[in-house]
């Protein structure tokens, strides 16, 4: 039988595996959405010029790139590469950065929740909207929203279980290592 410090370490090597999981998925699921994005747009183009009509291509590129948007900055978020502006809050001390950061990530989450419920709503008042030259319904671009900040969600709720710990414990590492990067 398992004791509370194996059943933990257990929990956080299986939520280790599934964030790794999720990462390898969406940057795999990104990267063919850029591809498909940058070949369809640049097909159209050349074809265009050739006087060969593409009309498809701008529904299929606006479809490809609402997922990579929302999706993409899942992963930019998850490897804390989103800009920022931190001049300010970086002379202040660790302890503040840290309490900033968790009630920035609260306000995020507040958003990001919101951002799931209407973009729900918006899916299922919609679903027989179509794309002028896909034939499918607009539904599958607007699912994008909720489905991305679902997954922007998880992580706000990792980042803000960070900054708790952080307060527990009083190790303020992070943020020293923060300033060595810069």
């Known amino acids: 039988m398992l004791n509370l410090d194996d059943r933990r370490g257990v929990d956080k090597r299986m939520y280790k595996k599934f964030e790794d999981g999720l990462v390898k998925v969406e940057t795999g699921f990104v990267c063919i959405g850029l591809m498909l994005l940058i070949v369809t747009v640049f097909a159209a183009a050349v074809l265009r010029f050739f006087g060969i009509d593409m009309s498809w291509s701008t529904d299929?590129?606006?479809?490809?790139?609402?997922?990579?948007?929302?999706?993409?900055?899942?992963?930019?978020?998850?490897?804390?590469?989103?800009?920022?502006?931190?001049?300010l809050t970086n002379k202040l001390p660790a302890k503040i950065q840290n309490a900033l950061r968790l009630a920035i990530y609260?306000?995020?989450?507040?958003?990001?929740?919101?951002?799931?419920?209407?973009?729900?709503?918006?899916?299922?008042?919609?679903?027989?909207?179509?794309?002028?030259?896909?034939?499918?319904?607009?539904?599958?671009?607007?699912?994008?929203?909720?489905?991305?900040?679902?997954?922007?969600?998880?992580?706000?709720?990792?980042?803000?279980?960070?900054?708790?710990?952080?307060?527990?414990?009083?190790?303020?590492?992070?943020?020293?290592?923060?300033?060595?990067?810069?």
């Open 60 to 87: 299929l590129a606006q479809l490809a790139f609402a997922w990579v948007s929302f999706i993409g900055a899942d992963l930019a978020m998850r490897k804390d590469r989103h800009m920022g502006v931190d001049m």
């Open 106 to 182: 609260c306000l995020i989450l507040a958003f990001l929740l919101a951002g799931v419920y209407y973009g729900i709503s918006l899916c299922v008042i919609n679903p027989d909207r179509k794309y002028n030259t896909l034939y499918i319904s607009y539904s599958f671009a607007t699912a994008s929203c909720p489905i991305g900040c679902a997954l922007m969600s998880l992580t706000a709720v990792k980042r803000i279980v960070e900054c708790v710990r952080r307060f527990m414990s009083n190790d303020y590492s992070y943020f020293e290592k923060k300033e060595v990067e810069a």
